[in-house]
C-alpha cells in the first residue's frame, strides 16, 4: 500500500471511526429512551388504573354507608334506588347478621363478587371478604364493598354491600384513562380474560406473558410490547394486565444513518484531499534525493508553503548546498590527505629513524584533524619520562619542578620558571601521570575535550591548549624491551633503571586547538587512534630493528657482545684513541679449568658459572667499558683511555670478585649429586695497552691473548701484562704482590712501568 492510501486509510478510521462509534451509541441511546419511554407509560398507566379503582371502591363504600346509617326502611329503600339509578352501584343488598337478604336493588351481577378491600371472592348474600375465591361461572365479574350496621350496643344487626359490575364498559373506560391497553382476568392465574382493549392479534401474546408475572412485574411479549401486571393486591383487587407498544423512532433512525453517510462522503473527501497534499511534496523530496544518491548535489526540492513539509524541504535544499560544499572542501582534503599518507608511507619504508617518523606522523595527524599543534612522544623505559616532540617550537619547562609549580599560571598556559628564558624547543619530556600526556600513558584510555571544563590541568611541560585530543598506543611485549637492552649492555647497572611499574601504553599522540575553534569529535579521535596505530607500528618496527642489530652482535648465553662486534669496536675504539691521544686496555679472560665443572656438574651448570661471571665483569667495570664474549669460556673486556695501571687495577679487581664468591650450580642428574652445589671458579687474565703493546686491533689483542697464555703458564688465578721486552713481563702469585722488576712492588699486583695516571674508579 502507498503512503496515499495508508494515509487515507489512516485519516478514515479517525475520523469514522468516532462517527460510527457515535452512532453506536446514539441508536443505543434512542432505543434505551423508547424503553424507558414506554415504561415510562406503564408506570403512569398503572398509577392511574389504582387511583381508578380506589375511586370506584371509595364510591361503592360511601354509598353503602350512607345507607346503613338510615333508621327506617323505607328511607334504606329510597336510598338504595338512588344510589342504583345514578350508576353509583349495579346492586345494593340489605341483609340481616345471619345473612337474610331484607332489601336487594338492581339486578345482582353474578358471583362471586370481589371485595374491594382483599380482592377475595364474596359469593351471595352470606359472603364476605374472607370466604375462598372461586372460578366465575360467566365472563363478567363485580366488585363489592360491605359496611356493618351495628346497634347502639355495638351488636352486629344487619350488613349492607354495594356492588358494582366488571364489564366492557369499565375496562373500556380504564383503558382510556390510562392511555395503555387493559385486560381484565377472571382469576389470578390469568388463564381466562374477561374482557380486553388489546387487538386480538396480541390478546394471546399479552396474556400468556401476564400469567407468568405477579403484581408490579413488567415483561416484553413476542409482539414487541411491554407488559405489566396488576393486582390482586390490597387498594387494587382486580388482575389486571396493562401492555403499551414499544416506541416507535424509525425518524430518528432514518436521520442517524443520512448522518453517519454523509459524513462518511465528506471524510473520504478530505482524507483523500489531504493525502495528496501531503505526499506530493514528499514524492517531490523522494525524487530529489534519487538524485542526490546518483551523485547530483544540485538537485533541489520547490517550496511551496510554510508548513512542516515546506520546512523539511527548505532544510533539505539547505543541506544539499552544505553538502556539496561540504564534498568539495573533502575532495581537496582527501588529496591533501592523500599526499601526506604517501609521505608517511615513504617514511615508514625507507628509514629506521624513529624521531623522522614520529614528524611525519604528527604532521599528516595535524594535517587530518585541522589542530593548531601537536605532541607525539614514546616512553623512556630507563629515565621513567615520556620523551618525544612538538609540532611547533616552546621555551622547555625550568629544571625545577617546585619552581615551576609555585609560579600561578592561568588554566591551559605553560608556567616558565622565574628568570628563565631557554632557546625554544620541539622536544618534550613529560613525567608519567603528570598533565594530560602523563596520565593518558598511565591509564591508557584516550581523552578529549576542553580544558576549562573537562580538565586536566595541564603540566609545565606540555603545550598550551583550549581543546584537545589525546589517544595512548603500544607496541607488543614493550615492557620487555628495558630487560633486553639491560642484558645487551655493557654498563655495570644497565638493567637496574627499569621501571619496576610500567605504565599502560608506551606512547601517546595528541593535537591541539582545532582550526577554526571548534571541538574535536569522535571523528577526530578515530583519525588519531589511526596515526596512532601507525605510530606504534614505527615504534615497534624501529624497536625490531634494533633488536635484530642487537641479537646479531651480542652473545645469547651472557648477554655480552659477541666476537663479531669485538672486532668492530677495537677499531673504532683504537680510532678514537689515536684521534684524541689516548690509550686503550685491552683484557683477555679465560675460566681456569672450566671443562672440569662441565664434565663434574654438566653443561647446564657451566652455562650457569659463564651467565654469573659475565654479571660480575659488569658490575666491576665503568659505563663506557665493553665486555665481549670471544668464544667458550674466553671473554675480553677493552677499556677506553686506560694504560697499564689501570687495566692492572681492573684485572686484580676481577681476579678477587670471582674469586671470593663460590658460584651456586645445579649438577646434572648424572654427575650422583642431589641438591645445589657451590664451585670455586678462578680467572687468568692477559693485560695488553694499545699503542704500548701493539699497533692494530689484531696485534693488540694477539698480544693480550699471549698475555693470558703466560698467566696460565705461571700457575692460573693470576694476570700477566704484555711484555715490550722479554723481561718486563711479571707473575703475581693469588693473593700476593707482584714483584717490580726495577725492585719495587704494586699495591695490589699487576705491573707497572714508568710514571702512572691516576686511578680511574669512575663507574666502578
Known amino acids: 500500500m502507498t503512503l496515499r492510501g495508508r494515509l487515507t486509510t489512516a485519516f478514515l478510521l479517525v475520523v469514522l471511526g468516532p462517527v460510527l462509534l457515535g452512532a453506536f451509541f446514539v441508536g443505543a441511546t434512542v432505543a434505551a429512551v423508547g424503553q424507558s419511554r414506554s415504561l415510562e407509560r406503564l408506570e403512569l398507566a398503572a398509577a392511574s388504573v389504582r387511583t381508578s379503582i380506589n375511586a370506584m371502591c371509595a364510591q361503592l363504600e360511601a354509598a353503602a354507608g350512607s345507607i346503613a346509617v338510615l333508621p327506617e326502611p323505607g328511607q334504606v329503600t329510597d336510598a338504595a334506588n338512588q344510589v342504583v339509578a345514578r350508576g353509583i352501584a349495579s346492586t345494593v343488598r340489605v341483609s340481616r347478621a345471619d345473612g337474610t337478604v331484607v332489601a336487594q336493588i338492581g339486578d345482582p351481577p353474578p358471583s362471586p363478587w370481589i371485595g374491594c378491600l382483599s380482592g377475595t371472592a364474596a359469593g351471595g348474600a352470606a359472603a364476605t371478604d374472607s370466604a375462598p375465591t372461586?372460578?366465575?361461572?360467566?365472563?363478567?365479574?363485580?366488585?363489592?364493598?360491605?359496611?356493618?350496621?351495628?346497634?347502639?350496643?355495638?351488636?352486629?344487626?344487619?350488613?349492607?354491600?354495594a356492588a358494582q359490575l366488571l364489564d366492557a364498559t369499565f375496562v373500556t373506560r380504564l383503558a382510556a384513562a390510562?392511555?395503555?391497553?387493559?385486560?381484565?382476568?377472571?382469576?389470578?392465574?390469568?388463564?381466562?380474560?374477561?374482557?380486553?382493549?388489546?387487538?386480538?392479534?396480541?390478546?394471546?401474546?399479552?396474556?400468556a406473558t401476564a400469567a407468568a408475572l405477579t403484581d408490579g412485574d413488567t415483561a416484553t411479549d413476542d409482539t414487541g410490547r411491554h407488559v405489566r401486571r396488576l393486582g390482586p393486591a390490597d387498594g387494587q383487587p382486580l388482575p389486571l394486565a396493562l401492555s403499551t407498544p414499544r416506541e416507535q423512532l424509525s425518524g430518528l433512525y432514518t436521520i442517524l444513518v443520512a448522518t453517519v453517510v454523509l459524513a462518511g462522503l465528506l471524510a473520504v473527501v478530505a482524507a483523500w484531499w489531504l493525502a495528496r497534499s501531503t505526499t506530493q511534496p514528499l514524492a517531490e523530496l523522494a525524487h530529489a534525493a534519487s538524485r542526490v544518491v546518483d551523485g547530483d548535489l544540485t538537485a533541489r526540492v520547490p517550496v511551496r508553503g510554510t508548513d512542516e513539509v515546506s520546512e523539511l524541504a527548505t532544510i533539505f535544499n539547505r543541506m544539499t548546498r552544505e553538502a556539496h560544499s561540504y564534498v568539495q572542501a573533502l575532495t581537496a582534503s582527501r588529496d591533501q590527505l592523500r599526499g601526506q599518507l604517501t609521505i608517511l608511507g615513504d617514511t615508514l619504508s625507507s628509514t629506521h629513524d624513529l624521531q623522522r617518523i614520529l614528524r611525519v606522523i604528527l604532521q599528516t595527524a595535524l594535517a587530518a584533524t585541522g589542530g593548531r599543534d601537536g605532541a607525539v612522544l614514546v616512553l623512556d623505559p630507563a629515565a621513567g619520562v615520556l620523551v618525544g616532540q612538538s609540532s611547533q617550537p616552546r621555551p622547555?619547562?625550568?629544571?625545577?619542578?617546585?619552581?615551576?609549580?609555585?609560579?600561578?599560571?592561568?588554566?591551559?598556559?605553560?608556567?616558565?620558571?622565574?628568570?628563565?628564558?631557554?632557546?625554544?624547543?620541539?622536544t618534550l619530556q613529560v613525567p608519567l601521570g603528570s598533565g594530560l600526556l602523563g596520565s593518558v600513558a598511565v591509564s591508557g584510555k584516550p581523552r578529549r575535550g576542553r580544558i576549562e571544563r573537562d580538565g586536566p590541568v595541564l603540566s609545565a611541560y606540555e603545550p598550551a591548549c583550549r581543546t584537545y585530543v589525546a589517544v595512548p598506543f603500544s607496541v607488543p611485549n614493550w615492557s620487555d624491551d628495558g630487560a633486553t637492552a639491560g642484558a645487551g649492555s655493557a654498563g655495570p647497572r644497565g638493567s637496574a633503571r627499569r621501571q619496576s611499574t610500567s605504565p599502560a601504553a608506551f606512547g601517546v599522540l595528541a593535537v591541539y586547538d582545532r582550526l577554526g575553534g571548534d571541538e574535536f569529535d569522535d571523528a577526530d579521535l578515530m583519525t588519531l587512534r589511526t596515526f596512532a596505530g601507525h605510530a606504534a607500528v614505527a615504534v615497534n618496527n624501529v624497536r625490531m630493528h634494533k633488536e635484530a642489530e642487537r641479537l646479531s652482535v651480542t652473545d645469547p648465553l651472557t648477554g655480552l657482545w659477541n666476537y663479531r662486534h669485538l672486532r668492530e669496536s677495537i677499531n673504532r675504539e683504537i680510532e678514537r684513541a689515536n684521534r684524541f691521544g689516548r690509550m686503550l686496555a685491552v683484557l683477555v679472560l679465560d675460566l681456569d679449568r672450566f671443562k672440569e665443572i662441565n664434565d663434574t656438574y654438566g653443561h647446564g651448570a657451566g652455562d650457569t658459572v659463564l651467565v654469573e661471571f659475565a654479571r660480575r665483569v659488569r658490575m666491576e667495570i665503568r659505563e663506557v667499558d665493553l665486555a665481549?664474549?670471544?668464544?667458550?669460556?674466553?671473554?675480553?673486556?677493552?677499556?677506553?683511555?686506560?694504560?697499564?695501571?689501570?687495566?692492572?687495577?681492573?684485572?686484580?679487581?676481577?681476579c678477587e670478585v670471582i674469586r671470593a664468591s663460590p658460584f651456586r650450580v645445579e649438577p646434572h642428574t648424572g654427575s650422583g649429586r642431589r641438591g645445589p652445589a657451590t664451585v670455586s671458579v678462578t680467572v687468568s687474565i692477559g693485560i695488553a695497552v694499545y699503542p704500548d703493546h701493539a699497533d692494530g686491533g689484531d696485534a693488540v689483542l694477539d698480544v693480550a691473548d699471549d698475555a693470558l697464555y703466560a698467566a696460565k703458564a705461571a700457575g692460573r688465578d693470576t694476570f700477566q701484562v704484555a711484555n715490550r721486552a722479554p723481561q718486563r713481563t711479571a707473575r703475581v702469585p693469588a693473593g700476593g704482590a707482584a714483584a717490580d722488576p726495577e725492585g719495587g712492588q704494586t699495591p695490589g699486583g699487576g705491573a707497572s712501568f714508568g710514571p702512572q695516571p691516576p686511578r680511574q674508579t669512575r663507574g666502578r
Not at 363478567?140 to 352486629?156: I, M, Y
Not at 392511555?179 to 374482557?195: E, Q
Not at 619552581?403 to 616558565?416: D, E, K, L, N, R
Open 134 to 161: 372461586g372460578r366465575p361461572t360467566t365472563d363478567a365479574l363485580a366488585v363489592v364493598a360491605h359496611v356493618e350496621v351495628r346497634d347502639p350496643a355495638g351488636s352486629l344487626v344487619g350488613q349492607v354491600a
Open 178 to 207: 390510562s392511555g395503555v391497553g387493559v385486560t381484565l382476568f377472571a382469576d389470578t392465574d390469568a388463564t381466562t380474560v374477561v374482557y380486553s382493549t388489546e387487538p386480538a392479534t396480541v390478546r394471546t401474546s399479552v396474556a
Open 396 to 426: 622547555p619547562a625550568g629544571s625545577d619542578p617546585a619552581a615551576i609549580s609555585a609560579t600561578p599560571t592561568p588554566a591551559g598556559a605553560v608556567p616558565v620558571p622565574p628568570g628563565a628564558a631557554p632557546a625554544p624547543s620541539d
Open 628 to 654: 665481549f664474549r670471544q668464544g667458550g669460556e674466553e671473554f675480553v673486556v677493552l677499556l677506553p683511555e686506560t694504560d697499564v695501571r689501570g687495566g692492572v687495577i681492573v684485572a686484580e679487581r676481577l
